[in-house]
């Protein structure tokens, strides 16, 4: 604060040499004359001084038989009329001041943490939907209904949090790890007014069941094909003759696992086409603003076969201050394309990692794996591995219950009996 009223008032760096330097500075102490930034060069000293003060030195001068000299004139009194001779440079500087407060007023970067389940593409596909778009101004946006709408268009959101921090609109959202399909699961079950069956969703033998709602149709060790009713969720009512009153529906529910045989097929061809890059490279830099780029560079690329690695920044003035202006550079590498022929060493290598990562997939969903076979041959030109599993997993899954027409004669005798 010192500074910028210092500023304002205007302040002069003075040298100050001669008989008695040190009695001219405590002769300005006992005058109220304020020194500041005082420094010892030996035959002379350097220091500021107001210009209010700088006024009052002629008297002190004289009786202490130094001498002064002006070296750098600061402040706003000694700038503002330098800029009166130069009104193109001040005219400039206005509306450059302009021009960033302005700029200040829109959205140039949008930030999104946390997702891990929902790309990017798909976020920004969401925000475009609800005119959520970089270039945007700040006012239009809706805080609060932006961070409603992310929660009701992904229900695997279970937080979010969006800010505005200068040109910057940073969301952050917290996702919740949630089994798809038994979500989907339970809506089929709350939208079926008759209950559901839960039935079996590949071939096995059932090894393990605990019921929760509904009658077993299958018992441990029976086999069972895709599609069988392993619990039904229509449980009967009986009359005291043991005739069946009616049913009542629930939705079928039960831990049901299944021991079955598992076979997956990978095959490679003999030969495969590999990039073998020269080492000859081409850089091109580019600017980009408001979606339109120059490009700088010398001559064209003569490659045949080249990739393009590109290094992108925005540019930001402040930690949060960002711009529609890109920059980079793009690195132009060229390569030839060779045939190659797979060693066995190196088929081993790819197909262990195949198999490897497809039963970390299985073990992720709960699948334990019983038995392995993996065998590597060579048939018709192809290289091909025969993955064999036996494994145990869960099954079921529920299909809403149709229950069979009834006819009106039989619920008009059913409606007099009760």
């Not at 100050?16 to 040190?22: A, D, N, T």
């Not at 193109?88 to 997702?115: E, K, P, Q, R, Y």
């Not at 919740?176 to 007014?193: F, I, L, S």
Request: hydrophobic share 35%; glycine share 6%; net charge positive.
């Amino acid at each position: 604060m010192l500074q910028l009223i210092q500023y304002i008032k205007g302040y002069v760096l003075i040298r100050v040499w001669g008989y008695s330097p040190e009695r001219f500075m405590n002769l300005c102490s006992n005058r109220d004359i304020f020194l500041w930034n005082i420094e010892n060069h030996g035959e002379y000293y350097t220091m500021c001084i107001t210009v209010k003060g700088f006024r009052k030195l002629k008297p002190i001068v004289k009786k202490t038989g130094t001498k002064v000299a002006i070296q750098k004139r600061c402040g706003l009194p000694f700038f503002v009329p330098k800029m009166k001779r130069r009104k193109i440079f001040l005219i400039g500087l206005l509306g450059s001041l302009f021009f960033w407060v302005w700029m200040s007023t829109f959205i140039w970067a949008v930030d999104i943490t946390g997702n891990y389940s929902i790309t990017e593409d798909v976020f920004f596909d969401f925000l475009r939907g609800n005119h959520i778009y970089v270039g945007m101004q700040r006012k239009d946006v809706d805080i609060e209904t932006l961070e409603k709408r992310i929660r009701q268009d992904f229900p695997i959101v279970t937080w979010t949090s969006a800010k505005i921090e200068g040109t910057r609109l940073s969301i952050q959202i917290k996702e919740n790890e949630v089994d798809t399909n038994t979500a989907g699961k339970e809506e089929t079950v709350v939208n079926n007014a008759f209950g559901s069956d839960l039935v079996a969703e590949n071939d096995g033998v059932i090894i393990s069941m605990v019921t929760r709602k509904g009658i077993p149709q299958v018992a441990l060790q029976s086999e069972v094909k895709k599609g069988d009713v392993l619990v039904c969720g229509s449980v009967p009512v009986y009359n005291e003759d043991a005739t069946v009153k009616k049913y009542q529906y629930y939705d079928a529910d039960a831990d049901i696992y299944i021991k079955r045989n598992l076979k997956k097929q990978e095959k490679l061809p003999l030969t495969y086409k590999q990039k073998v890059y020269s080492g000859e490279t081409k850089n091109e830099y580019f600017l980009s603003f408001s979606g339109k780029e120059l490009v700088f560079r010398i001559g064209k690329v003569a490659y045949a076969d080249y990739d393009r690695v590109t290094d992108k920044k925005q540019v930001k003035l402040l930690e949060n201050f960002y711009l529609p202006i890109y920059y980079g550079k793009t690195v132009n590498r060229e390569y030839v394309i060779e045939d190659n022929i797979y060693a066995t060493e190196e088929i081993k290598s790819i197909f262990s990692e195949k198999s490897t990562k497809f039963i970390e997939s299985l073990e992720e969903k709960g699948v334990q794996i019983i038995k392995k076979n993996v065998t590597i041959s060579k048939k018709n030109k192809t290289w091909q591995m025969d993955m064999d599993l036996q494994i145990v997993e869960k099954t079921g899954k529920n299909i809403p219950i149709v229950p069979a027409p009834v006819d009106e004669s039989e619920e008009a005798d059913q409606a007099a009996e009760e």
